[in-house]
């Protein structure tokens, strides 16, 4: 955090704070919508280009590979978070013991940066161990047949060698982020998404190599994103210092009390993504048994859609977390509760506009992907009406669990994304077999107004409770 926030404990509700918030949320908004372009852009070439069977062919690819993204995100939101709130620790300290102090915490900032390199390495080579033992398999599961699991096959195996890279290419930003370089972070999404178009169009249009082509394109935007991120951080130890850390080369090293600490707090961010892959997953199956591929082509779209949407409330909530996490760690709640008062807002806000917009516009939205199968357009037209019109509220879930990641309460964070995912399943298994394949539609926005009843009473109660000995215990025994 830059020092004018140090403003914000005399004056919280004043304009400081609002532009503190939009610092940090509109370049993370930003990264977000770009990296939701790698998807949504293989989409519109493959819609276009390969038609229904294409669409569900990587739609029931895609759960697989965002398993491994999400990895990435557990990863750099854990270990982002800790060096935001060791950051708002040593101003504190400095402020209250020292004002005059100059030390930084290099040796802890040395150790989080080098387990978050470490724990990525070691998942990419299990990871691409999983893909290739237990990749098909995975999407026999899903219900693929025929020629739409042959191009998802294919789509999935370009990633078995550079699992690493989609790990990294996702955690990379959130730590540049976190190292006050909200702009830097975003540039490098922009430029991978950037490669991701250009190359989508080289290979699925002129070389007609179809889910493999838009593998391939995905794999080097991404291989792009992870090297400049390296390069960044490299740069702390170089004449040419672009990132703002103090890196101590003798602790660089691997620590496991923080491995373990830097998975609780990002753990919550992965079971977003687990359950998201699984959702999917589950989605597929159910639409291939009480419909067919157009059924899971207009799922891809509908969730294409619907990523728009999640990816700018995620970049939201991950916009408020470094403020939230600074404020937590300089002890002022009061901040906490006008911050998270704010991004939950604008982040019900986009999604009621976002889901006005789709029904009011809908063939024209559907037409990027798609405009020659009438059949797909009029039951992705329905998946529209039934599938998003609760679109708004699982928005603030996930901002729900990124602010309990901030404050350090991995545990409720990781409970509400669990339960996010598992109050799903009996809906989902009870409303097809009464209603048929409206009742899978149906399934998850019923269960987003459950969950949602439940999880807005619990912030409200949190960020309206005194938490100074919770922020005081938390600052006393962090090293």
Not at 5 to 29: C, E, H, M, Q
Not at 230 to 254: D, G, H, M, Q
Not at 377 to 398: N, R, S, Y
Request: hydrophobic share 50%.
């Amino acid at each position: 955090m830059q020092a004018e926030d140090l403003k914000l404990a005399s004056s919280p509700s004043g304009t400081t704070l609002n532009r503190t918030f939009w610092r940090y949320a509109i370049p993370s908004v930003a990264a977000m919508l770009v990296n939701g372009l790698y998807q949504i852009v293989d989409g519109i070439f493959i819609g276009q280009y390969v038609g229904h069977e294409g669409l569900a062919g990587i739609n029931m690819a895609w759960p697989i590979i965002y398993i491994f993204a999400g990895i990435g995100l557990m990863i750099g939101m854990g270990s982002g978070s800790l060096l935001s709130i060791n950051r708002g620790k040593d101003k504190l300290t400095k402020t209250i013991n020292n004002p005059d102090s100059d030390s930084t915490n290099s040796d802890s900032i040395s150790r989080t940066i080098a387990t978050a390199l470490l724990l990525i390495l070691g998942f990419g080579l299990m990871g691409s161990w999983f893909l290739s033992n237990y990749g098909t398999e995975l999407l026999l599961i899903q219900g693929g047949v025929n020629n739409s699991l042959y191009q998802a096959d294919q789509y999935i195996t370009p990633f078995i060698w550079t699992v690493s890279f989609t790990i990294l290419a996702a955690a990379i930003p959130i730590l540049i982020r976190n190292d006050e370089s909200p702009n830097i972070a975003t540039g490098l999404m922009v430029m991978g998404a950037c490669l991701n178009i250009l190359l989508d169009y080289i290979f699925i249009v002129r070389l007609d190599m179809a889910l493999q082509g838009a593998a391939i394109a995905t794999v080097a935007a991404q291989m792009s994103v992870a090297f400049c991120g390296v390069i960044y951080f490299l740069s702390a130890v170089t004449k040419f210092k672009f990132s703002k850390l103090t890196i101590n080369p003798k602790s660089f090293r691997f620590d496991s009390r923080l491995a373990k600490q830097i998975l609780l707090l990002g753990a919550s961010s992965f079971v977003m993504y687990l359950y998201t892959s699984f959702v999917f997953a589950l989605h597929n199956r159910l639409f291939m048994e009480y419909g067919d591929s157009i059924n899971v082509g207009a799922f891809a779209i509908v969730g294409y859609l619907m990523v728009l949407y999640y990816f700018v409330a995620e970049g939201l909530g991950e916009g408020m977390q470094p403020p939230v996490s600074y404020f937590f760690g300089a002890n002022q709640p009061e901040n906490i509760k006008k911050m998270v008062i704010l991004a939950t807002k604008v982040t019900i806000t986009a999604g009621v506009a976002w889901v006005a917009i789709l029904n009011l516009f809908p063939h024209s939205i559907i037409e990027l992907f798609n405009s020659d199968d009438p059949l797909l357009l009029q039951e992705t037209v329905t998946g529209i009406q039934l599938h998003l019109f609760a679109m708004f509220l699982d928005g603030f879930i996930v901002l729900a669990i990124m602010y309990f990641m901030a404050v350090n309460q991995g545990g409720r964070s990781l409970g509400i994304s669990i339960g996010n995912m598992m109050i799903q399943l009996p809906f989902l298994y009870f409303l097809p077999k009464i209603i048929g394949l409206n009742g899978v539609w149906l399934a998850m926005p019923i269960s987003n107004v459950v969950m949602f009843l439940i999880v807005a009473p619990m912030v409200w109660h949190h960020i309206n409770t005194n938490r100074q000995d919770e922020i005081s215990e938390c600052l006393g025994t962090r090293n």
